[in-house]
């Protein structure tokens, strides 16, 4: 168990909705990444938040969008979905902002788009 | 940014020593190399990680050399629970992109 934890695990939505995904950090971490993982396909960094605020973007489409809160858990929104935005999203976190940090990943949600 | 080359697959027969080695020619001065597993289905695991020569821990042992070109992530003695996925990544400063590719599939055989 990494200590880091996201809701919900599995989830089921049809194209054109909107979900949100959450993701709450190890105690004392304040940074939290986001990724996708396609099938078969390596982790796509989305973004990431440092104390509440966006610090690296990644390959992250204009109908996500994300959010880190003052309690530092986060959020994931995915809007307008597409059958292809069905994918393990994963979170992760480390202590500090920087070179060498490493990062503690949850056990992810599985989104399927029908 | 640093790009990573690994191979897509292996095979290791149980109690061998497995070698995976990566390539990033382009690593900047301040990188850190940095390898993870994934089993299927699971978040990623933190393996090792270092910066230059060699480094060694309960699981395993990154060796770097001293032109920092590649890293070789050297696992003593595999049992069938290392069959997983190997991701080979170079954190580059501030973050600005996080890369972790295909990842090397190690299939451990009785």
């Known amino acids: 168990d990494s200590g880091v934890t996201q809701t919900p695990k599995h989830l089921i939505t049809a194209t054109g909705q909107r979900v949100t995904l959450r993701c709450s950090p190890r105690?004392?971490?304040?940074?939290v990444y986001w990724y996708q993982q396609s099938l078969d396909q390596g982790l796509q960094f989305l973004i990431q938040?440092?104390?509440?605020?966006?610090?690296a973007k990644g390959n992250i489409l204009e109908r996500f969008s994300a959010q880190q809160f003052p309690d530092l858990h986060s959020e994931l929104n995915l809007s307008s979905l597409e059958l292809g935005d069905s994918a393990l999203y994963f979170c992760?976190?480390?202590?500090?902002?920087?070179?060498?940090?490493?990062?503690?990943f949850g056990p992810g949600t599985r989104l399927l788009v029908l | 940014l640093a790009k990573t080359t690994q191979p897509i697959s292996m095979d290791s027969y149980e109690g061998q020593e497995v070698n995976i080695t990566c390539s990033h020619n382009?690593?900047?001065?301040?990188?850190?190399i940095t390898w993870y597993q994934q089993f299927p289905s699971q978040g990623p695991r933190f393996i090792i990680q270092?910066?230059?020569t060699k480094v060694t821990n309960e699981v395993a042992s990154l060796f770097i050399p001293a032109d920092r070109k590649s890293s070789t992530l050297s696992l003593p003695r595999v049992s069938l629970s290392d069959t997983a996925v190997y991701y080979c990544?170079?954190?580059?400063?501030?973050?600005?992109?996080?890369?972790f590719g295909i990842g090397t599939k190690l299939q451990v055989i009785p």
């Open positions: 992760a976190s480390s202590v500090e902002l920087g070179l060498g940090e490493t990062q503690y």
């Open positions: 105690s004392g971490d304040l940074s």
């Open positions: 938040y440092y104390n509440g605020e966006e610090r």
């Open positions: 382009n690593i900047a001065t301040n990188d850190y």
């Open positions: 270092g910066y230059k």
């Open positions: 990544l170079v954190e580059t400063g501030g973050y600005q992109k996080v890369t």
